[in-house]
């Protein structure tokens, strides 16, 4: 069976907006042997999108869009769907009574618009519990909101409807294994061996949440490739930090609440400015446990906020071990990360160049310092410090905690 992904939008053509639905469809229908014979971006214009469908109608069996669905008028998704197969675009009326009691529940203004609930007469909706708009399907067509958590809420939904009307059974199975504080080639070199089983595939992938050792294989193979991850678990343990949709925050959130008490945790963050503490705050529920936040960029905000000694700062300056265990030290909850570093472009020097981090952890009384050095720009630097410090942390639970 074959699909085409239709990306809708006119910021996806001239660089408003990058494109990362596709990977995500192209995972999932992965799974069932669904091949993406084409993937094509289009703009707000219906004659260009029917023009697409029309390709598409030729060449595929199903057709998958994202974006258009809401209430201004270039959402005009659904509107070229139902020209370009004839029908009139309707509303259900379960489906207002639905939307108006978000707009209630969200204390949105009551609005007499419903455009993010027309369809065209004679689709299936699947509900969207994250968003308005619904996604809709018919006659080989169907078509999502192009906000990334809303495809994740309803896509499955939808796959497993398709996957039965269709009789599709899950042909591929796909294996992953996160890991975090090795390098790419290191890794490889540490684990090929392990790889011996005909039609197993391995690849390693780079993701900002880590580096993947994905494993894939038909279904009738999944026994093997679990005693391959044991393997890998034998080899690696202290590199991984989660499998398949884990997330090393949510690992370390599993840590905070398999106590009798939930443990606290707070960050004090100068380089990565808040992005450990946004990470920890994604994870839902995390509120027993997250205490705050702190950016304390200058160092006035260190001395002020954490207590870090002006004679410490003098003498070792903000970028230095021994400024980061007086900034996780500052924190009065019973774990915590701290950071500072050189993110750049600028500011480096020969003794501290550009991409210098200290993190500090902090579990109980105990505390480790890490230094590392990071390339790539400033961004990136930051997102690797904040993963590091992640996974310093997730490592440092797991010696002293079980779950």
């Known amino acids: 069976m074959k699909a085409a992904i239709l990306l809708i939008g006119t910021e996806l053509l001239n660089g408003a907006m990058i494109d990362t639905n596709s990977i995500y469809i192209a995972e999932q229908l992965n799974k069932y042997g669904i091949e993406i014979e084409y993937k094509i971006m289009v703009r707000d214009v219906i004659e260009e999108m029917e023009k697409a469908f029309a390709f598409a109608k030729k060449n595929v069996d199903l057709i998958i869009t994202t974006g258009g669905l809401g209430p201004t008028d270039d959402d005009?998704?659904?509107?070229?769907?139902?020209?370009?197969?004839?029908?009139?675009?309707?509303?259900?009326?379960?489906?207002?009574?639905?939307?108006?009691?978000?707009?209630?529940?969200?204390?949105?203004?009551?609005?007499?618009?419903?455009?993010?609930?027309?369809?065209?007469?004679?689709?299936?909706?699947?509900?969207?519990?994250?968003?308005?708009?619904?996604?809709?399907?018919?006659?080989?067509?169907?078509?999502?909101?192009?906000?990334?958590?809303?495809?994740?809420?309803?896509?499955?939904?939808?796959?497993?409807?398709?996957?039965?009307?269709?009789?599709?059974?899950?042909?591929?199975?796909?294996?992953?294994?996160?890991?975090?504080?090795?390098?790419?080639?290191?890794?490889?070199?540490?684990?090929?061996?392990?790889?011996?089983?005909?039609?197993?595939?391995?690849?390693?992938?780079?993701?900002?949440?880590?580096?993947?050792?994905?494993?894939?294989?038909?279904?009738?193979?999944?026994?093997?490739?679990?005693?391959?991850?044991?393997?890998?678990?034998?080899?690696?343990?202290?590199?991984?930090?989660?499998?398949?949709?884990?997330?090393?925050?949510?690992?370390?959130?599993?840590y905070l609440m398999a106590q009798k008490k939930p443990l606290t945790i707070s960050t004090a963050e100068s380089c990565t400015g808040g992005m450990i503490a946004s990470k920890l705050v994604d994870v839902s529920g995390i509120s027993a446990s997250f205490k705050e936040g702190i950016v304390c960029y200058s160092n006035e905000a260190k001395i002020k906020r954490l207590k870090v000694k002006k004679e410490t700062l003098l003498a070792h300056g903000a970028v230095s071990e021994e400024v980061a265990k007086e900034m996780v030290e500052g924190l009065k909850t019973d774990v915590a990360i701290a950071t500072t570093g050189i993110a750049g472009p600028g500011g480096g020097t020969i003794e501290k160049p550009v991409g210098l981090v200290y993190i500090a952890v902090r579990v109980g009384e105990s505390v480790e310092i890490i230094r590392k050095e990071f390339k790539g720009e400033r961004n990136k630097i930051r997102q690797r410090t904040t993963l590091f410090a992640l996974y310093s942390l997730l490592k440092m639970l797991s010696k002293r905690y079980d779950i």
């Open 76 to 254: 005009i998704t659904k509107a070229a769907i139902a020209k370009f197969l004839k029908k009139k675009l309707v509303v259900d009326e379960k489906e207002k009574k639905e939307l108006v009691k978000k707009y209630k529940d969200r204390k949105i203004e009551k609005k007499s618009n419903f455009k993010e609930i027309e369809k065209p007469e004679g689709a299936i909706s699947f509900k969207n519990d994250v968003g308005m708009a619904p996604a809709v399907y018919i006659n080989g067509i169907v078509a999502f909101p192009g906000f990334p958590n809303e495809l994740k809420n309803m896509f499955p939904k939808f796959l497993k409807f398709y996957a039965k009307e269709n009789n599709l059974k899950s042909k591929i199975y796909i294996k992953d294994i996160i890991t975090c504080g090795i390098g790419e080639s290191i890794l490889e070199k540490r684990v090929k061996d392990i790889f011996t089983e005909d039609n197993i595939f391995y690849e390693f992938l780079v993701k900002d949440y880590g580096t993947l050792i994905r494993l894939q294989t038909k279904i009738e193979n999944k026994k093997k490739v679990e005693k391959i991850v044991e393997k890998l678990y034998n080899k690696i343990a202290d590199f991984i930090i989660g499998e398949d949709e884990e997330r090393v925050e949510t690992n370390i959130f599993k």
